[in-house]
Each structure stands twice: as C-alpha cells, then as structure tokens.
Nanobody, 118 residues
Framework: EVQLVESGGGLVQAGGSLRLSCVAS????????MGWFRQAPGKEREVVSC????????NVADSVKGRFTIFSDNADHTVYLQMNNLKPEDTAVYYC???????????WGNGTLVTVSS
C-alpha cells in the first residue's frame, strides 16, 4: 500500500519556522522526484519545491525562495520542508507528493495544515 504521511504543520506567528516531514512507503522512493505542494483557501494547488535525489537538484517557487528548503533522507524514505521566516500568505494545506519531474503527480499525501498568524 502506497502511503505518504505528512506531519509538522501547525499554527505559527509570522517570522517563525516550521519543519514539515513526509514519510513514504509502498513504492521505490528513489525512482521519483519528491515534492511539496500547497493549496491556500480559495486558490489552486501550487508547487512549493521539488527535490530529485538522484542528481541532487532542487527547484523552488519564487514566492518561497530563500525561506524554504527541501531535503530528503533516502535511507528513511523521508522528505522534509524547512520553512523559515513564515508569512501569513504561506497559510495553506501542504501536500507531499511523489512526482515525475515535479509535473506529473503519481502519489499524494493527505496534507498538513500550516497557519501563519500576523
């Protein structure tokens, strides 16, 4: 059974930090580009950041560049999103995903809510 289980969301004040974790199971972790996406209320889901562990490459949305960092622990099949200097506009449900090239989504997690208060 494929599972992507996110954790680490919560309520934080603007300027604060959170670290999201996503533990993957049921598929070959190294075969995929792992990513974080988010969906704010009333908005479409958007990519936050993706990480291709086989080549060590990342891409990061302009809106979070310099504040968010994606990294993974392949041995533990876990991908993280370190979020610093959070802003109210970062409030969203954050989803972990196993993707092809950060474009085609193969598997989704159930999401974890991040709320940033001003």
């Amino acid at each position: 059974e494929v599972q992507l289980v996110e954790s680490g969301g919560g309520l934080v004040q603007a300027g604060g930090s959170l670290r999201l974790s996503c533990v993957a199971s049921g598929f070959t972790f190294d075969d995929y580009v792992m990513g974080w996406f988010r969906q704010a209320p009333g908005k479409e889901r958007e990519v936050v950041s993706c990480f291709e562990s086989s080549v060590g490459s990342t891409n990061v949305a302009d809106s979070v560049k310099g504040r968010f960092t994606i990294f993974s622990d392949n041995a533990d099949h876990t991908v993280y999103l370190q979020m610093n200097n959070l802003k109210p506009e970062d409030t969203a449900v954050y989803y972990c995903a196993a993707t092809w090239g950060c474009i085609d989504i193969e598997f989704w997690g159930n999401g974890t809510l991040v709320t940033v208060s001003s």
